[in-house]
């Protein structure tokens, strides 16, 4: 089976080719093409190693999962959710500056080590840190996301965990940083809110922890304020 659907990204047509034939989604990525692999439950030994991405029915590849997969294949962020005040998407390159002027700690000392976290955390682990654009000015003004866990050292921990999610669902670590000139403008809370749903509703997370320093009053104030509890 072979279909080819088309998705517009940045008034640009991208076509994408849906398939269970492994030769074809071979042809397709050779030539450079944007492709999804439909999958066969019945048959999962079936090999289609050539998709990164794979649908069980060509009706479940709707517009926005198109749309996304035309962005990896061109390069271009992803935009991970929006609030009322706020567009949330994927780094890339050219935020280097706007984070290393306003000392966001996340060791990147160069825009290569940035794009290749952008190339290869958010392939990878479908999450990541991602950038926070205030929809009114188009400026970066912060950023946030989720990663694996880490250890506690020191700091305090607070968790929120949702009863209804599936079993051995993930566990994630929330972290965000709002840019000086942007903050005690709730921000934090507006983004953090949307994060979170974004973690339990496309992730499947179960429990999100958050580390947080213990003379950071404001970061607990903020923790609080989505629901979570202390949890040492």
Sequence with gaps: MQEIRTVKVNNRDVPILISDEKEALLAAKAAGRAIVGLWDSGHPEKDLSPAVYLVEKA?????????????????????ICETKRTIVRELRGEDFMELWDNQVGLSFSSPEELEAYTKNQYAFYGFGFWGIVEEKSGELIGVAGL??????????????????APPDSAELELGYHIFVPFRRKGFAKEVCNAILSYAKEELFAGHVTARIAKDNLASEAVAASLGMKREN
């Design 147 to 164: 990663r694996v866990p880490e250890e506690a050292d020191g700091k305090r921990v607070y968790g929120i965990s949702w009863e209804d």
């Design 59 to 79: 009706e479940d590849a709707d517009e926005e999962f198109l749309e996304r997969v035309a962005r990896r294949h061109l390069g271009l962020p992803w935009k």
